[in-house]
């Protein structure tokens, strides 16, 4: 599908859609997954378990939706579930590519690749820290490479707690974090919408990650 869309928007259009692409891969990513969460609310948040794999194939599964409900809007834009990220050293046979970390999904806008990472969130089961130290993180140490635009997504399935209150200890996990404190702490959130909540955190002045908060604790899963 994604071939013959390029071959449509030929000539200006091309021009215009890459020129368009290339100035709002942050707004253009935001909007995306939040069209996809709305999309997943709409049915139920229905999902196989709580599982953090079940819920972003939920997401993935809406995010390719949206895009193949309006072909023109979302053109040169394509979402891949669970694709290996080789790093530098991978790449120049210096490393085992077998160890490659792997991002929940990647999102291809343009030249750019977004990749979304995705964690259960609550207080409890040490939760913001695995946030931190195992989703951030990956980020912050350059396992998940920015293609230079310096710019990377987190998703967190709320499943208990207030998600504010998830937040805030997601935040006092980053303040105790050697190489981080309170300037690198996500933002106050924004109430999107009853079920979405959405922060910025900034790291080292070369990488924005956006943070979309799902809450899904008032929806059981089927739990199979």
């Known amino acids: 599908m994604l071939g013959r869309l390029r071959a449509r928007v030929e000539g200006k259009v091309a021009v215009t859609l890459k020129a368009r692409v290339a100035n709002r891969v942050d707004g253009l990513i935001r909007e995306l997954l939040i069209e996809a969460i709305l999309l997943w609310e709409q049915e139920g948040f229905s999902r196989y378990s709580d599982g953090e794999v079940p819920c972003t194939v939920r997401i993935y599964d809406c995010a390719c939706r949206v895009i193949e409900g309006d072909s023109l809007k979302w053109a040169l834009i394509h979402a891949q579930y669970d694709g290996p990220q080789p ?86 996990v980053i303040a105790e974090e050697a190489d981080l404190g309170p300037s690198h702490s996500l933002q106050i959130p924004t109430q999107w919408s009853p079920r979405i909540h959405l922060t910025t955190s900034h790291h080292h002045d070369r990488l924005r990650l956006l943070h979309h908060t799902v809450d899904l604790r008032a929806v059981a899963a089927s739990d199979h």
């Open 87 to 172: 790093n530098r050293a991978m790449r120049a046979g210096l490393e085992d590519p077998a160890k490659a970390s792997r991002p929940d999904l990647n999102v291809r806008i343009g030249s750019a690749l977004v990749h979304v990472e995705a964690k259960r969130l609550h207080l409890r089961e040490s939760l913001p820290k695995k946030y931190v130290r195992e989703g951030m993180r990956r980020f912050i140490d350059g396992r998940y490479s920015s293609d230079g635009h310096g710019l990377g997504a987190m998703l967190g399935y709320v499943l208990r707690d207030a998600p504010p209150d998830a937040i805030t200890a997601v935040n006092a």
